[in-house]
């Protein structure tokens, strides 16, 4: 890209500028602590649903932090048509845990990444064909999509401030105390806070709810001490299987996580940048996100998808400069690289990133709703929207509703609100009769019109028995 079509800045809230290191890194670090947990915690899921060993957890937690560091440095610079050029971070995704640990489950790691291939394969006809496609997306849609995801994330954070679910001390008092001094950091901070600091207020909140955890010794360094100091990736660590069971629920799951792309990469542009979402940025997210999703299946990194909770950063920061998130993505691919750097990031409490988080996912929420209401909420869109909510998150707070269901369905709905909710909006949205605001209001006047009509025609006088006289 020449300088002349794109000065050069230095400001944060420019997707081209290139902010002084001194001020991108806290920047940058805010996004890699909101992310990196989950990048790590998937395969770790994933792990346990196989029963793998430490060796291949390990090379599963690697190789997913290369993974995401690449997908993100293609989307946001982007190679050919792969790339949506935006600010956005990718990398192992929570999206598709239920359709994995099902899969895997049954088919082992090999059965995943077989039928993750061929996910992957979906994802790039997704991508190169949206253009007809895109009319089954609209901002009902896409944003009923990134509300769900919002919404959905909230366990996760109160899980998280509790001291992750599981752990010996889960809902103890020092885990809330730490959580709950994060979040008012980050909130003094990002409510009273001037110029930079303001911006940088979740990296100052994990600062300090770090320094309390370690102060109250919860922090632990075992895993650096043994983690290597380098490891590089190798190709098909692990023999492929082609089962069709687990590539039909793989298809089902990759396809729909190009509709939380879309409401993700639409959420960053009307948030970040208050504009809409281009159709080339759209098309290059998608293919971007299948390209990098068909090669890590070759080398045992788990499917990506766009990241909501950076996403939430973005909105609330309005932070869009790429120069911020490339050196995110250089941290995580150091991490992948150097076990012992990745080692060092999982050392954060999951009081302090829950306590540091659960505000981006309530930004996450708002912009949904934002999304949502770009378009018009006449009945037919706010059936589309209740009904889309009330499937998906009824659904993932009951999921053994769809027990009887066959294992294939099971597998491929697995529970997961954002599959759920996205199937029924883009069915509805099919289904239903198009109707503006105009349309509705029109046929209540005619409707209005006839029933009054109705009620002052003069009533038909029933006609008198001749009587003749005599």
Aim: charged share 10%; glycine share 10%; proline share 5%.
């Amino acid at each position: 890209m020449s300088n002349a079509r794109y000065p050069v800045s230095v400001s944060v809230f420019d997707f081209h500028g290139r902010p002084p290191l001194s001020r991108a890194l806290p920047l940058s670090l805010q996004h890699i602590l909101a992310m990196i947990m989950g990048t790590i915690t998937v395969p770790i899921i994933v792990s346990g649903a196989i029963g793998a060993s430490t060796a291949e957890t390990l090379l599963l937690i690697q190789i997913s932090l290369v993974a995401s560091a690449l997908s993100t440095l293609i989307q946001l610079f982007g190679v050919w048509r792969f790339g949506a050029r935006l600010p956005t971070i990718f990398g192992v995704g929570f999206a598709y845990v239920p359709t994995l640990t099902a899969v895997g489950a049954q088919y082992g790691l090999g059965g995943i990444l077989g039928a993750q291939l061929i996910g992957g394969m979906a994802m790039l006809l997704v991508g190169f064909g949206i253009r007809p496609l895109r009319h089954l997306f609209p901002p009902v849609v896409a944003g009923v999509v990134v509300l769900v995801i919002g919404l959905s994330l909230y366990d996760i954070a109160i899980h998280y401030m509790a001291g992750g679910k599981g752990s010996a001390d889960y809902g103890g008092g020092r885990q809330w105390l730490v959580a709950l001094v994060t979040l008012a950091v980050v909130l003094a901070i990002s409510q009273f806070g001037r110029g930079f600091i303001k911006l940088a207020a979740i990296i100052c909140g994990i600062v300090v709810g770090y320094a309390l955890a370690l102060a109250l010794g919860m922090v632990d360094f075992t895993a650096v001490h043994q983690a290597a100091w380098f490891s590089a990736p190798r190709p098909l660590p692990v023999t492929l299987e082609f089962a069709p069971v687990a590539i039909l629920s793989m298809v089902i799951i990759c396809v729909v996580n190009s509709v939380q792309t879309i409401g993700d990469l639409s959420a960053t542009t009307i948030g970040g940048m208050n504009r809409e979402l281009g159709h080339r940025e759209l098309s290059g997210g998608l293919l971007g996100n299948g390209l990098c999703t068909l090669v890590g299946a070759l080398f045992a990194a788990l499917p990506t998808a766009s990241f909501s909770q950076n996403v939430g950063i973005v909105a609330m920061t309005k932070v869009i400069s790429r120069s911020v998130l490339a050196l995110a993505a250089l941290f995580l691919l150091a991490a992948g690289l150097m076990p012992k750097f990745g080692a060092l990031m999982t050392t954060i409490p999951y009081p302090v990133l829950g306590g540091a988080t659960i505000t981006v996912f309530g930004m996450i929420t708002i912009t949904g709703i934002q999304l949502l209401t770009r378009d018009e909420l006449s009945g037919r869109n706010m059936t589309i929207a209740s009904l889309a909510l009330a499937l998906g998150l009824g659904l993932a707070a009951a999921p053994q509703a769809i027990a009887a269901l066959p294992d294939t369905i099971e597998m491929a709905i697995g529970g997961s609100p954002v599959v759920v909710a996205a199937l029924t909006a883009v069915l509805l949205n099919l289904l239903l009769p198009h109707k503006s605001l105009a349309d509705e209001q029109a046929e209540r006047e005619r409707l209005a019109a006839r029933m009054e009509a109705s009620d002052t025609a003069p009533a038909s006088v029933p006609a008198s028995p001749r009587c003749d006289s005599q």
